[in-house]
């Protein structure tokens, strides 16, 4: 009689086998120390019964056993017991035995194929999911609907859309493409790689849609940077009348984030609240970062404070939050509380070294730097050290910036140089800019920004032969400027608009109230900086393409849309830049109103004629 000894430990406890079902499956007891499972006479059924509790419960060891005792008896390398070994093997993330014994099986089973292929589709490594789909169509097998996700999910991990191609081709071919779930599987697969068409395509395909296949679009459009399509579909998913789910408000109010859309943000947190999502933290947390990201800190704290558990990524949203603001008191002390109960992560360390950042605190930023490495064996990444050399750079120690940069373990981005030469054009430095644009031309020589910061410091420093001959070099490699637009939102409406726009239609009421204010600036001690404008221009015509900048006519027609005394809440998707900075503290002085202003690295909040960056920024 073949016996299976199995020691009784509190492992062991956990799988709860009740009596009646220890009594079916044979188990006798000899002490309290250890358990001794009969498994002869037993059927083919009562076999697979046993081994699909081991799968549902993870029990690899008790698994392990048994498949010796299959082995004995003959029976390892029956198709149906062994495919469910299999399934038990990868389901505990033992591959290496479960492609053993998948090697050893007849091979006419698509179960079996799905079961192996899944395995490595979700735990990796993923080339090997591809190679046994290819394995599995040259040995005749039709893949079925269940084939597909998983296929396709290998491809999503990888980014591997040219392979993407030919699975959908293969989808095509056994006609599974109107499947919802296969639907998904594409949808998100696309989206991984960054075509949202080819997503959308196959979504507009499939009739009958369920939430996880308006969650997969909604997802690549979020992730993608169409977060204004993410909140059309989302609208379309209401109408269709599909309950959303978590997932459906987290993507939505993200993408509401990433637009300070604040109206539609609001709109997301009203809908979600009459859904019963109140009490859901992750939709909570989204709602921090979108008030957060809309201006409106003081919300996105209340909302923080409501959560019944604060996991860390909610306790990084708010951190980020007050960074992001300027707010960098703050933000250390939120990190304070937080190390209390939760333990950081690399998120919660760019948040911080972000709010030292733009706070100016240099010896605060060192220190959160060191604490990092060395407390919590955390490595910096690119985004650390671009922090740490923008800190350092600003307060002119350019050299020990470069030398950091040296040093880095890392290989430095184009995040890590900008911030060089931001600070090379703070400070003047002209010879040390010149070495950062070399490097920035190597990483990306069709970007057009660093060429207009190469520009401005030659400007600065009077070498106009320099200002020329960056000029010369961008119209000969046809690199053209970034369109600087800037847009605001009022009765629910954006409002956009590029530098020296004529297109909208209070053009003449904006530009009337533009003159009124530059003259009340001028009264106040206003003097324009046209020293980065191009030097073969007469001062007239400086002074008038300043003040014709987007954030301007934006403002402007925030003044004469909205009534007196409102806050306004402006975007631009360039940095503002230092004579709009000047100019529009005179304006929310005059005009007594409070201008928000978000840039493509933080906010400004402009109040009685001073921001809350300090003019450290």
């Not at 999910?153 to 109107?178: F, I, M, P």
């Not at 609001?266 to 201006?295: C, P």
């Not at 950042?357 to 050290?385: A, S, W």
């Not at 040296?406 to 070495?435: F, Q, R, Y």
Request: overall charge neutral.
């Amino acid at each position: 009689m073949m016996l299976i000894r199995i020691q009784y430990t509190s492992r062991f406890k956990k799988y709860h086998f009740s009596p009646n079902y220890r009594y079916k499956c044979g188990y006798m007891y000899h002490s309290h120390t250890q358990k001794t499972a009969h498994l002869t006479n037993l059927s083919h059924l009562q076999y697979r019964s046993i081994l699909k509790t081991f799968t549902a419960r993870r029990a690899i060891q008790p698994g392990k056993q048994l498949h010796a005792h299959l082995a004995v008896t003959g029976l390892a390398h029956d198709t149906i017991l062994a495919t469910k070994l299999v399934d038990l093997y990868c389901s505990c993330n033992f591959l290496t035995l479960a492609h053993q014994l998948f090697d050893k099986i007849p091979k006419q089973n698509v179960f079996l194929w799905n079961v192996l292929i899944r395995g490595y589709a979700w735990n990796g490594p993923y080339e090997v999911a591809l190679e046994l789909f290819y394995r599995m169509v040259d040995h005749g097998v039709v893949p079925d609907k269940f084939t597909f996700p998983f296929v396709l999910k290998a491809c999503s991990s990888l980014s591997a859309e040219s392979v993407g191609l030919d699975v959908h081709e293969h989808v095509l071919r056994t006609g599974w493409e109107k499947d919802v779930f296969i639907g998904a599987a594409l949808v998100d697969m696309y989206a991984k790689c960054g075509n949202t068409s080819r997503a959308r395509n196959v979504f507009d395909k499939i009739p009958d849609r369920d939430v996880v296949l308006w969650n997969s679009m909604l997802a690549g459009y979020g992730q993608n940077g169409f977060p204004e399509e993410c909140l059309v579909l989302c609208g379309e998913m209401a109408l269709n009348g599909v309950r959303p789910t978590v997932s459906t408000l987290v993507t939505a109010i993200s993408s509401a984030a990433d637009m300070s859309a604040l109206p539609r943000g609001r709109e997301l947190h009203g809908y979600s609240w009459r859904l019963g999502f109140n009490i859901q933290d992750k939709v909570k947390t989204a709602l921090v970062d979108m008030y957060a990201k809309s201006g409106l800190l003081k919300v996105a704290r209340t909302v923080f404070n409501s959560l019944m558990e604060k996991p860390v990524v909610s306790w990084n949203a708010m951190i980020t939050g007050y960074a992001m603001h300027g707010h960098a008191m703050e933000a250390l002390d939120l990190f304070e509380k937080m190390t209390r109960d939760t333990r950081p992560d690399h998120i919660t360390f760019v948040g911080v070294l972000s709010a030292c950042n733009h706070g100016g605190l240099l010896n605060k930023g060192r220190e959160f730097f060191d604490l990092m490495i060395h407390e919590y064996k955390i490595c910096p990444t690119v985004q650390h050290y671009s922090s740490m050399i923008d800190l350092v750079g600003h307060y002119g120690r350019l050299d020990e910036a470069y030398g950091m940069i040296n040093k880095m373990p890392v290989t430095p981005d184009s995040g890590v140089w900008g911030a060089l030469l931001n600070s090379c054009k703070i400070h003047g430095n002209v010879e040390l800019a010149e070495l950062a644009l070399e490097k920035l031309i190597e990483l990306d020589p069709e970007e057009p920004g660093k060429y207009v910061i190469m520009s401005n410091i030659y400007a600065q420093a009077g070498n106009y032969k320099g200002v020329e001959k960056i000029r010369k070099w961008m119209t000969h490699k046809d690199i053209k400027k970034d369109d600087a637009y800037s847009w605001i939102e009022v009765n629910n409406k954006i409002h956009s608009f590029l530098t020296n726009d004529t297109s909208h239609p209070m053009c003449d009421e904006i530009n009337a109230e533009l003159e009124r204010v530059e003259k009340l600036m001028l009264e106040a001690g206003y003097v324009p900086n046209t020293t980065p404008v191009f030097h073969d221009v007469d001062d007239d015509e400086k002074r008038t393409s300043l003040c014709r900048h987007s954030e301007r006519l934006a403002i402007a027609f925030g003044l004469i849309s909205t009534p007196p005394k409102t806050k306004l809440l402006i975007k631009k998707n360039l940095n503002v830049c230092e004579d709009c900075h000047v100019a529009i503290k005179f304006m929310s002085k005059i005009t007594e109103r409070e201008i928000v202003f978000r840039d493509v690295n933080r906010f400004h909040t402009f109040k009685d004629g001073v921001c809350s960056c300090g003019d450290y920024w």
